[in-house]
Every structure is written in structure tokens, then in C-alpha cells.
């Protein structure tokens, strides 16, 4: 077997529906799902077993374990593959029918020991979650941070679509015990090997990520959280563009107090704001509303992220203190 698709769950039984139905239309049967249910209090077992009824061609493994996270979930899963490659998927994706096929292309044009996808929208998403979408892929927000086509640093695989060699996976010890992050912390632990990690541009998945802009706002801020802490475990990893965000936060709340005794300080918000909304309305193609709700996404995922990184930086940087985490125990509500 080729490829084993690992996907972590945790109180998702309606997403996971969804991703399943959407592995069913794949023109390639060389691949299992592995779907681990991390302690949930919804789990999807009775979603796993009507699919592997009505599907019974594709093989799939249903594991059930107590809550440990995102990462250690994932790597119980892969103790259960077959596959010689893992790819890893979040439980809020939907995966285009060409998916292996634009995978074994770029295989056989260039042989890679791991790879990552990019996202997009799905039509059927609600206007919130496009606009976050766009904000989480956009050159103008941290899309250019995140790497791609085009980009401000190399591309770094990400959990919610990343693939790498069984092998190479066991040998460097599968994900650490970080809580955010630890996609970022094994791609780097991948180039420190010396082995090679491409983005695969056309093995695309459409990812849902958060349904609101509070839950938006939570991810990204721990993702701010997680780039202090992956500076503490790999400080040649932190680069300038990284800082971007933080920055934008500091200098939009100066801009923001300041318009209240000189309203012309707004301007560049103002402005920024009118660069987001037509990239979104003419470049992304998007409606008027979804344009809208882009440039609330972009602030709320430049400042979440930013506020983060200065979160993380003065308690670990500053003060001293150990690795730090945020909305642990509320963060899906």
C-alpha cells in the first residue's frame, strides 16, 4: 500500500462525515484511512463504520485513545499504517477527487521524503469561512509567511495536509509533545535531516478551519504562542517575516488610540482595509460580502497572531518562564 491517510478527531463527527464522503470520489484505491478518535465526547465511530459498509474497498482503521493532542494522536495513528507514505489530514478538510493522482505526479517528476499541500475555499462553505480562508492563504496577510508560490520563507508542511516517508517519520521520532506547533517543529526536524520537503501545489485540500472569528481568533493566537516556542527549541527557525504580525499588532493599536486626537492616523488601516477588500472582491474572485468579512479575518488573524508572539515572547523571552499555551481547555468553543 502506498499511502495511509492518519486523521486526528476530537468531537467532530459531522466534519469527519464530510471528509470521508470526500475520499470515496478518489479516481486512486492505493490508500487507507486511519481516523483516531482522541477522547472525545462525540465520537464518530458510528459515522467510521456506516462508511466502511458502504465502502468496503477501502480500508479503514477506527482507533479509539484518550486525549493527548493533536500530535501524540497522530503518531498512534501511525504505528497502525501500512502505507509507505503518511499523510496526515485534519478532520475539517474536504479532498478534491484528483488528490493522489496530483501526489504521484510529483513523485514520479521529482522524488521527496515528505510534501505538503496548499487550501482553498469550498463553494459550500459558509461566508465566514471563506473569508477566513482567504485571510489564512492571502500574499497580504501571513499567507507569504506560510510559504508557497508566492512567498516571504520557505515552505514548512503543515498537519492539516502533509505527507512524509513512514520511514524517515519513525526515525525522527513522529511529532513532539507540543500542543501548537508540532507540524512546524517536524518540518524542521525534516530539513535538519537532510531530507527533502517540497510543496506539491496541485494536492490541494479545501479546509474549513474555524466557524467564527472568536474560535478564529484562539487558533491563531496560539499559533503566535507556538512561534515563540519553537524559537526556544530551534532558534535559527525564527526569521523576520515571522515578526510581521506582531508588528502590524503594535502599530495598529498605536494608529487606532491615536485617530481618536488625529483622525488622519487611520489612514493606513483604512487603507490596508481597502487592499484586503479588493484582493479579495476582484483577484480571490469573492462576493461583496465575503469581501467584507475578509478584511475582519485579516485583522483578526494579524492581531490574534501577533498578540500571541508578544504574549509568548515577554513570559518566555522575558521573564523566563517555561513553554505557554492558550485556551487549552476551551479552545474548539
Not at 524559537?231 to 491615536?258: D, E, G, N, Q, R
Not at 484582493?279 to 479575518?297: F, I, K, N, P, Y
Request: charged residues 25%; contains cysteine.
Amino acid at each position: 500500500m502506498k499511502y495511509s491517510l492518519i486523521v486526528p478527531v476530537y468531537d467532530r463527527p459531522d466534519e469527519i462525515r464530510d471528509l470521508l464522503e470526500s475520499l470515496a470520489g478518489q479516481s486512486s484505491e492505493d490508500f487507507e484511512i486511519i481516523v483516531v478518535e482522541d477522547g472525545s465526547s462525540r465520537p464518530c465511530g458510528d459515522v467510521a463504520a456506516r462508511f466502511a459498509a458502504a465502502h468496503p474497498h477501502i480500508p479503514l482503521k477506527y482507533l479509539v485513545k484518550p486525549n493527548s493532542g493533536p500530535g501524540q494522536t497522530r503518531n498512534y495513528g501511525a504505528e497502525y499504517a501500512a502505507g509507505e507514505y503518511l499523510i496526515f489530514l485534519d478532520s475539517d478538510v474536504l479532498v478534491p477527487p484528483g488528490y493522489f493522482n496530483a501526489i504521484d505526479g510529483e513523485l514520479e517528476r521529482c522524488p521527496a521524503d515528505a510534501f505538503g499541500g496548499p487550501d482553498r475555499a469550498d463553494e459550500s462553505f459558509t461566508p465566514v469561512q471563506k473569508a477566513i480562508s482567504y485571510s489564512m492563504t492571502s500574499f497580504f496577510t501571513t499567507g507569504g509567511i506560510r510559504g508557497g508560490r508566492r512567498k516571504l520563507d520557505k515552505f514548512y508542511p503543515r498537519s492539516f495536509n502533509m505527507g512524509v516517508k513512514k520511514d524517515l517519520f519513525k526515525r525522527l521520532g513522529g511529532f513532539s509533545k507540543m500542543r501548537f506547533g508540532e507540524d512546524i517543529d517536524l518540518s524542521i526536524r525534516i530539513f535538519e535531516s537532510g531530507s527533502s520537503c517540497r510543496l506539491f501545489p496541485e494536492a490541494w485540500v479545501c479546509h474549513k478551519r474555524r466557524t467564527d472569528f472568536r474560535k478564529f481568533f484562539k487558533q491563531v493566537h496560539n499559533s503566535g504562542i507556538a512561534r515563540i516556542n519553537l524559537y526556544k527549541k530551534h532558534p535559527s527557525s525564527l526569521k523576520a517575516v515571522h515578526m510581521l504580525p506582531a508588528a502590524f499588532t503594535v502599530s495598529a493599536s498605536i494608529m487606532l488610540i491615536a485617530g481618536f486626537f488625529c483622525p488622519w492616523a487611520w489612514l493606513p488601516l483604512l487603507a490596508y482595509a481597502a487592499l484586503i477588500f479588493c484582493d479579495a472582491l476582484l483577484v480571490c474572485r469573492t462576493g461583496v460580502e465575503v469581501a467584507a468579512l475578509s478584511v475582519a479575518a485579516a485583522f483578526v488573524q494579524l492581531c490574534g497572531y501577533g498578540s500571541g508572539f508578544l504574549r509568548a515572547w515577554w513570559e518566555r523571552c522575558v521573564l523566563g518562564r517555561g513553554e505557554i499555551q492558550a485556551y487549552r481547555k476551551n479552545f474548539y468553543k
